[in-house]
Structure formats: C-alpha cells, structure tokens
C-alpha cells in the first residue's frame, strides 16, 4: 500500500464536522484481496488488539468491525479502524472514522478523528504497516509500535498546567489556539475579546511582579517590610563571603541560587562547611550571587493564590522511597520511577527521580549505598527540596488551611502584585497561624506550576485550570467574536467585502480574509488568496478585531477544513461548475456537499443565508442549515419565500426595483437598486442578489436597516473597494471593465452588464488555471466569444499542464463558437495580452479584461491616449 497523501482537517471538512486525519490510500493489488480472502487475519487483528472488539462500525454492535472484517472489508476500512485503536492504546480517546472509496480503483479516503494531530498523522502510517503485516502473515511488534506513538505524544503534549488552563476553557467552549510552535504560548477567545498566557504567566501578570518573585531578596524585603515571616539571610558573591555568612547566620542553612525556581540548586539543612561548599558551588554554577539563610525546620508547603484568592494548598515532600526489608536502594528507585504518573520533565503528574551528586550526598550521609537493602518502613530521602520537578510528592492541604494563613497568603499576592503566585511556605502546619509556629516565607513564584494541585500524591485534586479561566474571562463569555463565513461558486469576494464595509459603515472592527488580502479595519495586511483557513486562523488571533467575516473556497475546506469550529452567520450563494475534477469532487452533488460544510457549521442559534434562486442551493443548503434561514431571490413571486414568510421566516428579494426584506406579513424597503452602486442600475443581476446576501447577513447581526442601506449606498466597485470585481471606468474615450471571473457560470451573470453597455467593439483579454476540465476551458472559450468581438487569451497558470495547452483549448472553444468577423488570440504572457488589447481600443470601444494582475493592467491605463496610438514592445 502506498499513503498518496496524509494531512490534517483542522476544522468541520467534507467527510466529518469534527478535526479528523484524511489519508489518501492506494491499497494496490489488495484491491483485488478483501479481508475474507486473507486466512486468519480476523483472528490475528483480534489477537494483535484485543481492544478493537469494541469497534461497533456499520454493524452498531461490540464485535461489529470484526464481523465486517470476517465477512470481506477493504484494507482501506483495516487501516482506519487500527489507527483509531492505536490512538486508544495511548490514552486518546476517539472513535468516529470512515472509509470512502474515490473515482480512482483501488484509492481510498482514509478519514478518522484525532485529539493530537502529531499523533493522529503517525497512528496513520503506523497503521497502514501494520495492516500490510496482517495480510502478509507476519508478526507485528504493537509494543514497540506504541513506544514510538507515545514519543509523539510526549514530544507534543501540553504541559500539566497549560493543560488544565485549556481543558477548563474547553469546558466553557472558549476556544484556544497555540501561538508558537515548541512553547505553551496560547490564545484563549478570539479577537478582541482573547486573552494570552504563557504556562501559568498570562497577559495580566505585572512584569513588577514578576520581577520581584525572581529575585529572592527582593522578595524577602518587600515581605519582611510588611511583617510577613522571612529566613535571615545575606547575598554572596564568593566562597568566603558565603562562610561568613554561614557563620554569621549560624547553622544549620540554606543556599540557593539568587534567582531560579523549580528548586535548582537549591540545597537546604547545611550543618558544615564541607556541605556549605557544595551548596555553593551547586548555586553558583546557575547564579553568580548565592543566598544564605537560615534553615527553617517545617514542611515544606506550596499555596497557590489565584486572582487575589486562595484555591489550592499542598504539603510536599522531597523524592524519597520506604523500604520493604526485601529491595535494594537502586531497586526502590526503580520502582518508584515505573509509577505511570511520573514522566520526564513537566509532562506527567509527578517526575521521574533522577540520581544526581545531591542524591549520592544524601545517600551517602545515611551510611547507605545503591545496593544496601531498606529496612521494611524506613524513609530514605534522595533530594533535598520538596519540589515536585526533582521527584517531589504533594498532599492536598487545601480543606486544613486556618483562616489566617489564608489571609496571609492572600496579602502575600497583593504585596508581590501577581495575578497568579506560588508561596513556598516552610511551616509545622496549615491549621494554625504562622506566628504560633516555627514558620517563613522562603520564596515566591510567578508561573508556578499545577500538577501536585492538579493532582496530588495524595487528597483531592483541584480544579486550579478553571480558576485561571474564571479570573481571564468573568461571568460565561465563551469569548467568541461573531463569525461570518461566505462560500459559493461566484461572488464570494464581493460579498465579503460588501458586508465588512456594512459592518465598518456599523462602527465594528472588522477583520476579513478573502481573495486577494487580509485586511484588518480596512488596512491590508497581507496579499494573496487568502480564503481558506489561514486567513480564518489570522483573524481570529488579531487582538483588535470585532467581528470576521471570511471568504470561504473548496479548496480550503478539502485541504484543511475550515479555519474555526463555528460561525454565526453562513452565506451560500451559489452552486455552479468549477474546479470539478479536483480532490474527488466530480459532480454538482459533490461540490454542493462541500459548499454546505460552511452552513453546516453554523451555531444553533445562528443563520443561515441561502439563495432561493439556485435548486442546489435549496435542496443541499436547506438540509444541512442549522439555525434558522433567511433566504433571497430576485423573484418577489418565488413560492419558497412566500411558504418561508409565512412561517414567520425573514427573506430579501427585489419588488418593483427596491431591495426589500419580509417577514411574515410586514414588508421593509432597503434601498432602491439604482442606488446600489455595484448594481449597474440592475444590469449587474448577480451583484444585486450579491447585495442581498449582505444585508441578510447584516441583519442576522442585528444592523439596523439604516445601517444595511447606508452600506449598500456607499460601497462601489472600484479598485480600492472592490479589486478586480466588475471595476467599471472610462480612460481617454474608452470603457475599460476589470473582472476576476474564469468559468463559465461567473461570466455567464456578467453577460448583461457587458451588453448593456454601448460600445462599438469590445476587445478582451481572458485566462482560466489550467486544473480546469478540458470541456469547461472549452466551453469558457465559447462564452469568451460570445462577449467579445476581439479575444486575447493568456495562461497565467498551467497548473500540472503543458505550457500553452491551457490557452489553446480556451482558444478552440472561442474560435468554434465566434462569429464573422470575430477574432481570437493566444499571447504567452498575461502583460503582453493586455498590451494587445489596449492597441487594438480605440475611443467608443469596451477592454474587458478579465485577468490576474489587476493593480498592473489599472496603472497602465490610468493617463494611457487611446486617440494617438503607443508603440508595443517587439511590434
């Protein structure tokens, strides 16, 4: 078998409204060999993954997939459901897959869910060799086949803290996105109502704060100043500064380094210089200035104050194992480090422990060695501080805090100034005030980190994540900006433009993706085809942004899905053919099944636009809308609309030349079309139902329709509003009309607007990418022909075709359908096309340039004499 392509659908997708892994899959000749055909494979996957069982399929059972496989399956639907059952196997829980045969023999789509991507896409090609193992008889080596899964798991999990911060904003719906690749920077919300945190340090962390936790005198004069207890203390900056220090404090100390966290090189209960050299040279090979203090005897306890309030508390203890009589020392440790809760790093609940030159020293001061066996109960300390990352364990403190200490600790996070603060508190207890025991503050931690509240060795974990959450976003915000989506064979991009204008004309800040740029409150930010999810992901990170409203193409949904989880408001315009033959999408079924993935992903209460005048439209928009509906239709007498109105549903439609909007039995005019700037006093039908989509999304928004006409009136199709869409100007006597339209059903609708235009010839200039049918680049000739008197063909991207190829099968369909007297030509560039054209134009004639490089073509004319003639390049 061959994997022809493994990628990611990131958002809703064709096959799954959920994120799931698309595998295109040639299983070969095993097309020829379904899984009846293969002795004991059932048994053998049985046997392999015993789990599997559970797989109900199509059957809807326990056994259900294995049944399939006992009665004939493709290895195609084998692969599917063995990558499902790996990502199990390594504590992801998902389930949901499916197997879709394509127009290609023997080629699949492989379509199953993930929860890590990184994991997903490896379970994939893990599967695929294990499946291939199966039909060949040979044995598979699942325990080294999950060893290398979880190393993908490991390598790309969040950590413990960040975690639980996104799982609490998962639960409230709040979506997140991480922000750089290898760190736990992430984005909580969208727009403007996000929020930014870096492991537990968030946008709002006072970098005073911070700065203050970081040094540790620092922090001791800004506590003791305030009366809260402190260890006595000096900063050194050499060995003898330090031994004076030690002897000025008295022993037994402490040595840490000035500033640091986690516990490194820290070493606590020095009672003698051989011990105080060691801690000092440990603290000074991180630091260049070592504190000393006195060592006070307590536990070591962490209390996590969180937006002014205590949540969490936990007595910790330093890595340590209890001997059984029976095990050595070294087998202690490994036994301890075989807990499936300890991992390396930050990565699991509790860390492994690891035997370092502190380890050997306090194993060495206990007259112990790695091999001596541990008497039945005895503790053996192997580190010195409690800290969870050096092996540490943690006891939840949290119901057993006296209300003092939590005063206490509560006045240590507003003395610091952290929104989020850790307080290291030496102490016998919790339960008793601090000044009625042997207690101090020995450091503080801005970022501390969650796992021994999360949960602990022992007691009850604390939901410390949803605390973060609450504190960032009050009350139940989901901190989601409104989200249009607008998808559509032809005039996405006018549309999109038309309703962010309507909404900037509203005072939103608006952020919008479609082709031809990202623009952020009307400034562009950057250029190129940006109507896929890229542009969605941009948006929705842009802190300044109100309200999205994205172009949404095939392309993007097949590639990669959509770029969000969910909109408010969906447009679907059309349903027409282009790109038919690309990515399995060979039929107008096919492409409306597609376009509706965007009105399928509309919220329940939010709306869908739907165009009435378009059969598909009706029949696949009307399925898989959610929410409620609001169509339009240039016909005031269609009966979808007059069955909607009575039902008490909101539609647009055009009555006696106004825009209007029903509901029920009340009838609202907009505006009148000749006051539609992009309407061409209604020759330009398609932009005037362009123009109703938009004021159906406005008012799903809750415009006013002050506001949705005031829109309509004031966008126009220009260059600057509407690049390279109907751009409609005279230059020295001659009509120059700019458009983007490249097949057939886009310059069908601006068929009208070119006729009603009184011109004497109309010269043009047209190409179409060369992933095209070879009949739809023929029939798009033909059209061309039909507009024009004199037709310019160039390829501007041959797209996997010859050079050349794409341009003479345009030119055999315009030459075909042409009259007398029509010309048609190829030029081998989109520059010299134009060149030809404007030559060739003279005052009274029509240049109809239907191309690329729009921003190039305007600049030529803009000052170009059509009455004296320029001389071409190379003519």
């Given at each position: 078998m061959?994997?022809?392509?493994?990628?990611?659908?990131?958002?809703?997708?064709?096959?799954?409204?959920?994120?799931?892994?698309?595998?295109?899959?040639?299983?070969g000749?095993?097309e020829?060999?379904p899984?009846?055909?293969?002795p004991?494979?059932?048994e053998?996957?049985?046997?392999?993954?015993?789990?599997i069982?559970?797989?109900?399929c199509s059957?809807?059972?326990p056994?259900?997939?294995?049944q399939?496989v006992?009665n004939?399956?493709?290895?195609g639907h084998m692969v599917?459901h063995v990558?499902?059952?790996?990502?199990?196997?390594?504590?992801?829980s998902?389930?949901?897959?499916k197997?879709?045969?394509?127009?290609?023999?023997?080629i699949?789509?492989v379509?199953y869910?993930?929860?890590?991507?990184?994991c997903g896409?490896?379970?994939?090609?893990?599967?695929?060799?294990?499946?291939e193992?199966?039909?060949n008889?040979e044995?598979?080596?699942?325990?080294r086949?999950?060893?290398?899964?979880?190393?993908?798991?490991?390598?790309?999990a969040?950590?413990?803290?960040?975690?639980a911060?996104?799982?609490a904003a998962?639960?409230?719906?709040i979506?997140?996105y991480?922000l750089?690749?290898?760190?736990s920077?992430?984005?909580?919300g969208e727009?403007a109502?996000?929020?930014r945190?870096?492991?537990t340090?968030?946008?709002q962390?006072?970098i005073?704060?911070?700065?203050?936790?970081d040094?540790?005198?620092?922090t001791?004069?800004?506590l003791?100043?305030?009366?809260i207890?402190?260890?006595r203390g000096a900063?050194?900056t050499?060995?003898?500064?330090?031994q004076?220090?030690?002897?000025r404090?008295?022993?037994?100390?402490?040595?840490?380094?000035?500033?640091?966290?986690?516990?490194?090189?820290?070493t606590t209960?020095?009672t003698d210089?051989?011990?105080?050299r060691?801690?000092?040279?440990?603290a000074?090979?991180?630091?260049?200035?070592?504190?000393?203090?006195?060592?006070i005897?307590?536990?070591d306890?962490?209390?996590l104050?969180?937006d002014?309030?205590?949540?969490?508390?936990?007595?910790?203890?330093?890595?340590?194992?209890?001997?059984?009589?029976?095990?050595?020392l070294?087998e202690?440790i490994?036994?301890?480090?075989?807990?499936?809760?300890?991992g390396?790093?930050?990565?699991?609940?509790?860390?492994q422990?690891?035997?370092?030159?502190q380890?050997e020293r306090?194993?060495?001061q206990?007259g112990l060695r790695m091999?001596s066996?541990?008497?039945?109960?005895?503790?053996?300390?192997?580190?010195?501080?409690?800290?969870?990352?050096?092996g540490?364990t943690a006891t939840d403190?949290?119901d057993?805090?006296h209300?003092?200490?939590?005063?206490?600790?509560?006045?240590?996070?507003?003395l610091i100034?952290?929104?989020?603060?850790?307080?290291?508190?030496?102490a016998?207890?919790?339960?008793?005030p601090?000044?009625?025991?042997s207690?101090?503050?020995?450091?503080?931690?801005?970022?501390?980190g969650?796992?021994m509240?999360?949960?602990p060795?022992h007691?009850?974990g604390r939901?410390v994540?949803?605390h973060?959450?609450?504190?960032?976003?009050?009350g139940d915000?989901d901190?989601?900006?409104p989200?249009?989506?607008i998808?559509?064979?032809?005039?996405?991009t006018t549309?999109?433009r038309?309703?962010?204008h309507?909404?900037?004309?509203a005072?939103r800040?608006?952020?919008?993706g479609?082709?031809g740029?990202?623009?952020i409150?009307n400034h562009?930010?950057m250029r190129?085809d940006?109507?896929?999810?890229?542009?969605?992901q941009t948006?929705l990170r842009?802190?300044?942004?109100?309200?999205a409203?994205?172009?949404v193409?095939?392309?993007g949904?097949?590639?990669r899905g959509?770029g969000?989880?969910?909109?408010?408001?969906?447009?679907?315009?059309?349903?027409?053919?282009d790109?038919?033959?690309e990515?399995?999408?060979h039929t107008?079924d096919?492409?409306?099944?597609?376009?509706?993935?965007?009105?399928d992903a509309?919220?329940?209460?939010?709306t869908?636009?739907?165009?009435?005048?378009?059969p598909?439209?009706m029949e696949?928009?009307t399925?898989?809308?959610r929410?409620?509906i609001v169509?339009?239709?240039?016909?005031p007498?269609n009966?979808?609309l007059?069955?909607?109105?009575?039902?008490?549903?909101?539609?647009?439609?055009?009555?006696?030349?106004?825009?209007v909007?029903r509901?029920?039995?009340v009838e609202?005019?907009?505006?009148a079309?000749?006051?539609v700037?992009?309407?061409?006093?209604g020759?330009?039908?398609?932009n005037v139902?362009n123009?109703?989509a938009a004021a159906a999304?406005?008012f799903?928004?809750?415009?006013s329709l002050?506001d949705i006409?005031?829109?309509?009136?004031?966008?126009?199709?220009?260059?600057a509003?509407?690049?390279?869409?109907t751009?409609?100007?005279?230059?020295d006597?001659?009509?120059c009309l700019?458009?983007?339209?490249?097949?057939?059903?886009?310059?069908?609708?601006?068929?009208p607007?070119?006729n009603?235009?009184?011109v004497?010839?109309?010269?043009a200039?047209?190409?179409a990418?060369?992933?095209r049918r070879?009949?739809?680049?023929?029939a798009?000739g033909?059209?061309?022909?039909?507009m024009s008197?004199?037709?310019?063909?160039?390829?501007?991207?041959a797209r996997?075709r010859a050079?050349?190829?794409t341009?003479?099968?345009?030119?055999?369909g315009?030459?075909?359908a042409?009259?007398a007297?029509?010309?048609?030509?190829v030029?081998a560039e989109?520059?010299?096309?134009?060149?030809?054209?404007m030559?060739?134009?003279v005052?009274?004639?029509l240049l109809l340039?239907?191309?690329?490089?729009?921003?190039?073509?305007?600049?030529?004319?803009?000052?170009?004499?059509?009455?004296?003639k320029?001389?071409?390049?190379g003519?």
């Amino acid at each position: 078998m061959e994997i022809l392509e493994l990628r990611a659908l990131r958002g809703p997708n064709y096959y799954s409204r959920y994120v799931a892994i698309h595998m295109r899959l040639d299983i070969g000749a095993l097309e020829d060999r379904p899984s009846d055909q293969v002795p004991g494979i059932t048994e053998a996957l049985t046997a392999l993954m015993p789990s599997i069982h559970d797989h109900r399929c199509s059957v809807g059972k326990p056994g259900g997939f294995l049944q399939r496989v006992r009665n004939g399956t493709y290895a195609g639907h084998m692969v599917e459901h063995v990558a499902i059952e790996l990502q199990n196997l390594i504590g992801f829980s998902v389930g949901y897959g499916k197997t879709v045969d394509s127009y290609d023999p023997g080629i699949y789509n492989v379509i199953y869910r993930y929860r890590d991507e990184a994991c997903g896409l490896a379970a994939g090609r893990e599967a695929v060799a294990i499946v291939e193992k199966l039909y060949n008889g040979e044995k598979v080596d699942l325990a080294r086949v999950i060893d290398r899964l979880k190393a993908v798991r490991d390598a790309n999990a969040l950590g413990p803290s960040t975690a639980a911060i996104v799982e609490a904003a998962k639960a409230r719906n709040i979506p997140y996105y991480p922000l750089t690749e290898g760190t736990s920077y992430t984005q909580l919300g969208e727009g403007a109502y996000q929020r930014r945190f870096q492991a537990t340090v968030t946008e709002q962390t006072g970098i005073i704060g911070h700065a203050i936790a970081d040094d540790k005198d620092w922090t001791k004069q800004v506590l003791g100043d305030a009366g809260i207890p402190v260890p006595r203390g000096a900063i050194c900056t050499s060995w003898e500064e330090t031994q004076a220090a030690a002897e000025r404090i008295g022993f037994p100390v402490v040595t840490k380094p000035l500033s640091g966290n986690h516990g490194r090189g820290v070493t606590t209960d020095i009672t003698d210089d051989a011990t105080l050299r060691e801690g000092y040279d440990t603290a000074r090979a991180r630091h260049d200035q070592v504190m000393v203090e006195n060592y006070i005897r307590g536990e070591d306890h962490r209390i996590l104050v969180i937006d002014g309030k205590l949540v969490a508390a936990a007595r910790r203890r330093p890595a340590h194992v209890i001997g059984d009589g029976a095990a050595t020392l070294a087998e202690l440790i490994e036994r301890e480090n075989a807990d499936p809760r300890r991992g390396v790093g930050h990565e699991n609940l509790l860390t492994q422990i690891h035997v370092d030159e502190q380890t050997e020293r306090l194993i060495d001061q206990a007259g112990l060695r790695m091999d001596s066996v541990i008497p039945d109960g005895e503790i053996v300390w192997l580190k010195s501080t409690a800290n969870i990352s050096t092996g540490g364990t943690a006891t939840d403190l949290t119901d057993d805090v006296h209300p003092e200490v939590k005063y206490a600790a509560e006045r240590i996070a507003r003395l610091i100034g952290l929104d989020i603060i850790g307080i290291d508190l030496l102490a016998e207890t919790l339960s008793r005030p601090l000044e009625e025991q042997s207690a101090g503050v020995v450091e503080v931690n801005a970022g501390p980190g969650f796992r021994m509240h999360i949960a602990p060795t022992h007691g009850t974990g604390r939901p410390v994540g949803k605390h973060v959450v609450d504190m960032l976003f009050p009350g139940d915000t989901d901190a989601r900006i409104p989200i249009t989506a607008i998808t559509g064979t032809n005039g996405k991009t006018t549309t999109t433009r038309l309703v962010a204008h309507m909404l900037r004309m509203a005072g939103r800040h608006v952020g919008m993706g479609c082709t031809g740029a990202i623009e952020i409150d009307n400034h562009v930010i950057m250029r190129g085809d940006y109507s896929g999810p890229v542009a969605a992901q941009t948006v929705l990170r842009e802190p300044t942004v109100e309200h999205a409203v994205l172009e949404v193409a095939r392309g993007g949904i097949m590639r990669r899905g959509l770029g969000f989880d969910a909109c408010d408001v969906s447009i679907l315009l059309n349903i027409a053919s282009d790109h038919l033959g690309e990515r399995d999408i060979h039929t107008l079924d096919e492409l409306a099944r597609c376009k509706t993935v965007v009105i399928d992903a509309v919220k329940p209460e939010g709306t869908s636009v739907l165009n009435a005048d378009d059969p598909r439209v009706m029949e696949h928009g009307t399925y898989w809308s959610r929410g409620e509906i609001v169509y339009f239709s240039m016909d005031p007498d269609n009966a979808a609309l007059e069955q909607h109105a009575a039902r008490n549903g909101v539609t647009f439609t055009v009555k006696d030349g106004t825009i209007v909007m029903r509901r029920g039995r009340v009838e609202a005019e907009i505006v009148a079309v000749n006051d539609v700037p992009i309407a061409f006093e209604g020759h330009a039908a398609f932009n005037v139902q362009n123009a109703m989509a938009a004021a159906a999304a406005g008012f799903a928004h809750g415009l006013s329709l002050g506001d949705i006409t005031t829109g309509l009136q004031t966008f126009h199709p220009t260059p600057a509003q509407m690049p390279g869409r109907t751009n409609f100007f005279e230059a020295d006597g001659v009509k120059c009309l700019i458009d983007y339209g490249h097949n057939v059903p886009a310059l069908t609708a601006l068929e009208p607007l070119v006729n009603a235009l009184t011109v004497q010839k109309r010269i043009a200039v047209a190409s179409a990418p060369g992933n095209r049918r070879d009949e739809d680049l023929v029939a798009l000739g033909a059209q061309l022909a039909r507009m024009s008197d004199i037709l310019y063909v160039c390829e501007t991207d041959a797209r996997g075709r010859a050079p050349g190829e794409t341009a003479e099968l345009i030119r055999s369909g315009a030459a075909k359908a042409g009259g007398a007297g029509f010309e048609v030509a190829v030029a081998a560039e989109e520059s010299t096309a134009v060149d030809l054209a404007m030559a060739r134009a003279v005052p009274g004639d029509l240049l109809l340039l239907l191309i690329d490089d729009i921003e190039g073509a305007s600049e030529r004319l803009k000052g170009r004499s059509f009455s004296h003639k320029a001389a071409i390049a190379g003519h």
